[in-house]
């Protein structure tokens, strides 16, 4: 077949076809090619009647094969889910299409974009198909949530696809989960913002209704009452998934990746707002608590493995349990009991009706008043008394402030017998008296854990001095050991620690009592005394003021100072140096000229002497046998020859009288540094030096040979 020259109009030869088949291949090549292109003109061809040309209009414009197949612009992944999401809620025939937003989620798990249209897509489809006006979809859901593995035996076709979907609907909450422990927290987000509002719509699912024909009669019969056909008045019989979430709060305890962010988000934007989700995220951690204790106590009494290695082999996400009890303490740490009754209580699922509301706001007693006028709180026929007294008792729990006080105190007690990390239990320790305590149904429950604290020695002890202290003085311990105890902290280590400021204060606070024993406070401050004498400068500058503050506070113990004791004779002396050398310490009584008798006086020059050996014995644990009444503070009196300045100043202090109590805030916090700083700051006035000036090195009239001698 011979083809014609192209003209100067350029007709182009098309391949046989139709003049439909034509058209639509022009629309293609006009929408693909990005250069506009005139309006074309179809020419029949004089060699076959059949065959179509395109000619365009333009004269000048270059000949275009129309064959050439068009550039087809790919659609972006957030595109294909915008387009899946609208066909699938259009119709539930492209059911099958969910799957694909589940593997481009997957596929794309890095793209922050991307996943989260995704599981918002996946939300809205799921919160779509489950409906819950539907009483087919709300058995089933119930059914297959209840019980697994639940085989399909119906032939409904309904119920076939609520089976089917159900099982979608399981993968994509597997997916939420593994982004909630993802490690980007902008992905984390957004998954728990998605898994609450799933949760919400599971548990309108799972809750119990009044049966329709059973609304349609009541609203028939009394037209002035109001029925349970309206969605308000629905919301009384809807009850919040506890079984959902605490698999949720459990996903985020069980892992490496929870954060503060997270926890900041969950806690901000729903337990502070929400009653039932914050009562009830107690009501998880206590059994989750509850059931690691089960399996730690389970696994100790067989060693087939270890505690770690079972632990992680049922909880991978987490690396050990010391994480997993880090991840609980900083959650719990959050709550904080309700004290008073709210304006109006507020509640993620459900509402209740006002006549089960426990306790009321002064503000809502009006309007409860008026609503009792309109609206009825009857069981329904469909429900039975057992289901009906639960719901009713649901909502006067949530109501209730004791409720929350309860849970609290069985959360708190639950988590501290798990196996708490050591800089875990620090923080409790110091954590508990302010802000636990004051929550507490009964404080006395954590008596054997204060008790085991503080016979544990070291910085734990010290820690759990103040829980223990509150427990005797507000609970009525019985602790017939706590000064025994107490004495036997005072160690020349409590100088070095970092709760050194804390220990003492509390040691001041617990020593004023006037009901103390002379010999136990003279125990107290012979005991400082000595340390004062093994002590860093800032060591005894906080010790020292403790001792002054306990001779104020105790005249019974001024025996201690005031009191010289006569010098042996010097055959004594001698027969004793030779019998008991190593025994016989050089001892010097503190005297304070301001407080002395007129017959003292005499005896302040003749202080100085061999006394013998120190009655006191400081390495006897019972101050009420280190016969610490007996002895005198001689320490101090050398402490006003010490080195550092301010020591010998504060040791000087005792010479002005016992007046003031002296605050150890003051001197709580010196170290080195701070010795260092002020004693720089100082301003030291000039020194005057005898001396006369000389002009010159070597004066010219001195002979430096006169001594020497040939």
Sequence with gaps: MVVPKATKKSIVVTPPTTEVESKATIKKVTKSTTAPITTTKKVLSKFEKNRVFSTPTTPSSKSTKLN?????????????IKEIESQVIESTENSNKILEIIKICKSNIKELEIVFESIKSLERIFINLFDSNN?????????????????????????????????????????LKELLIHEDPSI?????????????????????LPNEEEQQQAAAAAAATTSFIDDEDKQHFYNISKQSLKQLISTMMFSNTFNTKLLDHFTENYL?????????????????STSTIALINKKNASAATTVEQEFKSIYPNVSSISKFVENLFDFLTFFEPLQVVPDEWEFWVGK?????????????KTKLKQQSKKSNWENPKNFNEKEWEKLSSNWSLLTKISSYRSIFSKSWISFLTLPLPPTIYKHVLLGLPDRVFPYLTDAKVLLDFFTNSYDLGGVTSILALNGVFILITKYNLEYPDFFKKLYSLFQPGVLYAKYRARFFKLADLFLSSKSLPNYMVAAFIKRCATLCLISPPYGSLILLPLIYNLLQRNVNCHCLINNPIKPLPNAQIQEQQQQQQQQI?????????????PQQQESLDNIKGLYGNDPYDPVEEDPSKCNAISSSLWEIQILRDHYAPEVSKMAKLFDNGLKNIIDLNEFSFVTYQVMYENSFKKKSSTVPLAYQQKSKLIEQDIDFMSDWKL
């Design 352 to 364: 209740p009706h006002f006549s089960c509301i426990t306790e009321n706001h002064s503000s809502l």
């Design 188 to 208: 984390q987000l957004p998954t728990l913002t998605t898994l609450l509002n799933i949760l919400k719509r599971e548990s309108i699912l799972l809750s119990t």
């Design 272 to 288: 502070s707002k929400y009653q039932d989700l914050f009562y009830y995220s107690l009501v998880s951690i206590n059994e989750i």
């Design 68 to 80: 050439k197949k068009p550039i087809q612009i790919e659609k972006s992944p957030i595109e294909k």
């Design 135 to 175: 009483p087919i979809i709300c058995r089933e859901f119930k059914l297959l949530k209840n019980k697994e593995n639940v085989q399909c035996k119906s032939k409904e076709p309904l119920v076939i696809y609520i089976h089917w979907l159900y099982k979608i609907y399981v993968g994509y909450l597997e997916l």
């Design 585 to 597: 310490t050089r001892q010097s009584v503190l005297l304070i000229k301001q407080d002395l008798q």
